[in-house]
């Protein structure tokens, strides 16, 4: 498809081969100039393009990768049914001002199946870690084969998979890469929905019922606010999922914002987050909040 260096609308490169692309960042480096990266699988929304923006704030050169990557789905048909829109993709990255979009083939990030294991103890063992086995394995392997080729200053990603933003800095700084792993906030559809790219698979009516996830969340924060215990905010939201009927709920936690541990009764001296994955249809949707509005939780 593209070769070398391919311009798209005068600014931005596209590289599909690792070793130009590492060449080609070599020299920014040697510039002394710095390198934010959004690693994404595609599908964009306001909520990636809101990640774009922060590491172009806080660098020289942005550069964002798309690659649906096939270790991390444990479902085969959630893999074929990824939504792909990379033309569309194209346009808004370059829109935004990113410099350098890596697209790579499976065999460029795969080359040979790979054997190397993670373990990342407690932060697995809950949430999504618990639902989808060899997830977080399959997001490492890639997340680290793209921090090696890149060699980011910077990486974002958003708050909406939290769990996956922290197993990512954990192994970040477990492996000395020189990146500093950045959260940022889930960007919402007016109606609460948190932006996925996941969205685009729901049906018109689906689409309309999708916000309850964001609602359950404001619910259930509400209700911990009102001095009701976390047992009894528990049985709420379920009795408000097996209500609504429509929504089929995977699991509803409330755990402790950094190690993601569950907690038995509110404290507001730890950060505590409200997470939710529930499936829509065919569609799984996950989402989350803080209980408490205060910044710099991370
Ligand atoms: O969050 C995602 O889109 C993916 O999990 C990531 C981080 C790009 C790895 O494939």
Do not use: W
């Amino acid at each position: 498809m593209c070769s070398f260096g391919t311009q798209l609308k005068k600014t931005m490169l596209i590289f599909e081969n690792t070793a130009e692309l590492q060449k080609y960042l070599k020299s920014e480096r040697h510039q002394q100039r710095s390198i934010g990266f959004v690693p994404t699988m595609g599908a964009l929304h306001q909520g990636h393009l809101s990640l774009i923006e922060k590491a172009k704030e806080n660098n020289d050169i942005v550069v964002c990768s798309i690659f649906v990557n096939p270790t991390q789905f444990n479902n085969t048909q959630d893999l074929a049914k990824y939504p792909r829109t990379i033309s569309q993709d194209q346009e808004l990255l370059a829109k935004q001002g990113c410099d350098v979009l890596f697209l790579p083939e499976k065999k460029t990030m795969y080359p040979n199946p790979t054997t190397t294991t993670f373990s990342f103890g407690n932060l697995e063992n809950t949430m999504e870690g618990a639902h989808r086995a060899g997830h977080f394995n399959g997001v490492a392997l890639i997340v680290s084969k793209l921090f090696h080729l890149v060699q980011p200053n910077q990486a974002y990603f958003g708050q909406k998979d939290l769990q996956q933003y922290l197993i990512i800095r954990q192994f970040s700084q477990d492996l000395f890469f020189n990146t500093e792993v950045i959260c940022c906030p889930i960007v919402r559809e007016k109606d609460g929905l948190a932006m996925s790219s996941r969205n685009l698979r729901l049906t018109p009516s689906e689409r309309t019922i999708a916000p309850k996830i964001h609602e359950a969340l404001q619910l259930a924060k509400q209700s911990l606010l009102a001095g009701k215990s976390v047992h009894n905010t528990k049985n709420t939201i379920q009795n408000f999922f097996t209500d609504l009927k429509v929504l089929d709920l995977e699991y509803f936690e409330i755990v402790k914002s950094i190690t993601l541990e569950p907690i038995d009764y509110v404290d507001d001296s730890f950060q505590i987050s409200l997470c939710i994955a529930a499936f829509l249809g065919e569609v799984r949707l996950i989402d989350n909040v803080f209980l408490y509005n205060h910044k710099g939780v991370f």
